[in-house]
């Protein structure tokens, strides 16, 4: 069981920056792939941006790209989401995910693929 912790949102500025970290503990041997999705009140929890444990591979929602990177440190077991150029629309709360089981299909926008979640970071951004 992968236990995930999200820090590092807030307030911002349009044109501002915010960097996430989620903190994974427990046993995170097994972490195939991470991911941020992000979730807006009354909407569905969409994917911004994932990174496989193998080859290093990064995904990006095309909304993101080019503002957004995902990165990690293994050292540290952290995740992040380095999010430059914020505008309004990037307003929701953003979930770190952990796939850790190669159960079911792989793809890397649906939240099915992912079986660890952590609780959420708030992040605003005014006009």
């Known amino acids: 069981q992968v236990q995930l912790v999200e820090s590092g949102g807030g307030s911002v500025q349009a044109g501002g920056s915010l960097k996430l970290s989620c903190v994974a503990s427990?046993?995170?041997?097994?972490?195939?792939?991470m991911g941020w999705f992000r979730q807006c009140p009354g909407k569905e929890r969409e994917a911004v941006a994932a990174l496989t444990a193998v080859g290093g591979v990064s995904h990006y929602a095309d909304s993101v790209k080019g503002r957004f990177t995902i990165s990690r440190d293994n050292a540290k077991n952290t995740l992040y989401l380095q999010m430059n150029s914020l505008v309004p629309e990037d307003t929701a709360m953003y979930y770190c995910?952990?796939?850790?089981?190669?159960?079911?299909?792989?793809?890397?926008?649906?939240?099915?693929?992912?079986?660890?979640w952590g609780q959420g970071t708030q992040v605003t951004v005014s006009s």
């Open positions: 995910a952990a796939r850790t089981s190669y159960g079911g299909t792989w793809k890397w926008t649906s939240t099915e693929a992912y079986q660890s």
């Open positions: 427990g046993y995170t041997g097994n972490r195939i792939a």
